[in-house]
């Protein structure tokens, strides 16, 4: 029985998994990789270098525009050589599993997005809400957390007072560990998450 090779480039913290039949799961950050460029493709190669590749898992985001749609062509070229499945994850997915968390990043023009969890099961799809109507698009009893915390996380403190966690960023190992306990959250043909179209009118 092969792997399921699971990959998130959503956030410059890019990192590679291997699930194995057993359910046991061996991770790698791909430290300095350049989500613009292809180095990090090599990388991917040598970690599942004499392995059966039975189907592969990528983080759809938001996040990082180029380092999504290079994870997603990766998969399915591999996918065209080697006839494994392709299958997609929202990015947040990999925060979840411990009590309730609010994953909020910033969607830019003011807006952030949301992604909302009961352990293991996505209480909402992404969401996108803007900065004034933030603090009521998240329920009490969650605490937050953000990719973004360099950008927004002072004005995340400001909302959310204590129940702001700070910076916390998803890795494949995240979410090897969501879909794992929920497999029903993968998703076939995978795309981007994309927050606002491409051009405004």
Known sequence: MGITLTIDRS???QSVAAVCGDGTVEGLAL????????DWAPRVREFVAGRAVDRIVVGTG??????IRAALAFAQGYAIGSGCEVLG?????????????????????GMRW?????????????????????????????????????RIGEGLG??????????ARPT??????????????????????????????
């Open 31 to 38: 430290e300095g990789a350049d989500c613009r460029s292809g």
């Open 62 to 67: 938001p996040g990082s525009f180029a380092g």
């Open 114 to 150: 949301v992604a909302l969890f009961d352990g293991f099961s996505a209480v909402s799809d992404v969401f996108q809400v803007g900065e004034d109507a933030l603090a009521a698009s998240v329920p009490e009893g969650f605490r937050v957390v953000s990719p973004d915390d360099s």
């Open 11 to 13: 956030t410059d913290a």
């Open 89 to 109: 994850l929202p990015s947040p997915c990999a925060l979840a599993g411990s009590g309730k968390v609010a994953v909020v990043g910033d969607a830019r023009r």
């Open 172 to 201: 494949a190992e995240g979410l090897a560990r969501f879909f794992l306990a929920n497999p029903s959250a993968l998703r076939p043909e995978p795309l981007p998450i994309y927050l606002n179209p491409a051009v405004r009118p």
């Open 158 to 167: 400001r909302t959310f007072g204590g129940a702001y966690r700070g910076a």
